[in-house]
């Protein structure tokens, strides 16, 4: 695996009002983000994006399902929702990732996630493991 290639499209964006430094992967389905306010104070994020048919307002739940059969289940993690094209619905959430999830994000590959009810697969599993670990690392 070339690191330099998945390092290199990692973003940099400085907050002069909040003195942090964010990174983040490229957006798409599933953006990470990681936030540092000092050497001490460093905070992962995950974005996941998917799209529905029909209007779900207040929901929660978010599973991402990887390649080796396990899972990380946030049932308490709201969804978000606004109107997409041509009669469809954009579901997100953006949550934070504890230390053992960042971890098993740069180890394994997602395979699926579902927002509430709406599932999306991920093709791009083995890409966003490598984004995780330039992150991690």
Do not use: W
Not at 28 to 40: D, L, Y
Not at 53 to 79: C, H, M, Q, W, Y
């Amino acid at each position: 695996v070339n690191e330099d290639f998945y390092c290199n499209k990692i973003t940099k964006s400085i907050d002069k009002f909040e003195n942090s430094e964010t990174y983040n992967s490229p957006y798409s389905p599933i953006t990470f983000f990681k936030i540092i306010k000092s050497q001490q104070e460093k905070s992962y994020f995950m974005m996941i994006k998917t799209e529905g048919t029909t209007a779900s307002v207040l929901k929660k739940n978010v599973i991402i399902l990887f390649e080796d059969g396990s899972k990380i289940t946030r049932p308490e993690v709201n969804v978000d929702i606004e109107v997409g094209g041509s009669k469809s619905y954009i579901y997100s959430s953006t949550f934070k990732l504890t230390e053992n999830e960042v971890k098993k994000l740069a180890k394994d590959k997602i395979t699926d996630v579902r927002l509430y009810i709406y599932d999306r697969a991920i093709i791009n599993g083995e890409t966003l493991r490598n984004y995780m670990q330039c992150l991690y690392n």
